[in-house]
């Protein structure tokens, strides 16, 4: 063999790297890698050994390991979605609670005698009484502009206002007393106390049936309507505020 027939192999040339994709100016990968769980070995008979002949419901068995096993992966996704709504909804509740406070605070004094606008108007009788007689005019001063003794009677429109905000907010704290009770609930649901794997899965087993007793889920649904209910009637309220504007 000739060495001048042996033709040299070319040289790899290094390709450039392609730039990791960013999102934000965060790597897309890198935060699945930390999402990443290791699979879940649903296989009960490998993992836990066989029941002794006559033991199959002794307060170890292979039945109530399983049992509570199930139970926890089922609680924590039925709980985990339950307290992600309860957070948001009494973060909006108590912040809503605070709007409508401070509008209801501003109109409430329209259902009330104004008296400093009252003594306005009398000192302004007073000055053209004061007027006239420099004047030497003649005024007639047995009908004041306003008379104090009168009963006040509050506009028809300032008491809708008042009523529609006053159950606005009524509503609002509803809603934040009862996620707050549900809060507690659920951290009393899952938390349980140490014993045998038959005694938490007759404690869980009765919780849960008084979760389902007291509609507590349905509960749960119904605090966003509620609250879509109070901003309703808030914005029913704000609406009658501009009419006179």
Not at 20 to 44: C, E, H, V
Not at 168 to 196: C, D, E, I, N
Not at 219 to 225: A, F, Q, S, W, Y
Request: aromatic share 10%.
């Amino acid at each position: 063999m000739h060495a001048e027939h042996i033709q040299p192999r070319p040289a790899c040339v290094p390709q450039p790297s392609q730039p990791a994709r960013t999102f934000f100016g965060l790597a897309q990968d890198a935060g699945r890698q930390g999402l990443s769980r290791p699979a879940f070995n649903d296989d009960y008979v490998a993992r836990f050994p066989e029941d002794p002949y006559g033991q199959e419901t002794a307060p170890n068995a292979r039945a109530w390991r399983v049992y509570v096993e199930e139970a926890a992966i089922f609680d924590e996704n039925m709980v985990g979605q339950s307290r992600d709504g309860l957070d948001v909804m009494l973060v909006f509740a108590g912040l809503f609670s605070a709007v409508v406070t401070s509008f209801l605070v501003q109109v409430s004094q329209n259902l009330q005698a104004d008296f400093s606008e009252m003594s306005a108007l009398l000192l302004h009788d007073l000055l053209v009484v004061q007027l006239a007689m420099v004047d030497g005019a003649t005024v007639n001063v047995t009908t004041p502009s306003i008379n104090p003794a009168e009963k006040f009677e509050p506009d028809v429109i300032d008491i809708w206002i008042n009523g529609l905000w006053v159950v606005s907010l009524t509503t609002s704290l509803v809603v934040a007393l009862a996620a707050v009770l549900v809060k507690q609930w659920l951290h009393r649901y899952m938390t349980f106390p140490s014993g045998t794997p038959r005694l938490r899965s007759h404690i869980r087993q009765f919780r849960f049936m008084g979760l389902e007793k007291w509609r507590v889920l349905i509960i749960i649904g119904m605090l966003p309507i509620i609250m879509h209910i109070s901003l309703m009637l808030f914005f029913a309220g704000l609406t009658l505020f501009f009419i006179p504007l």
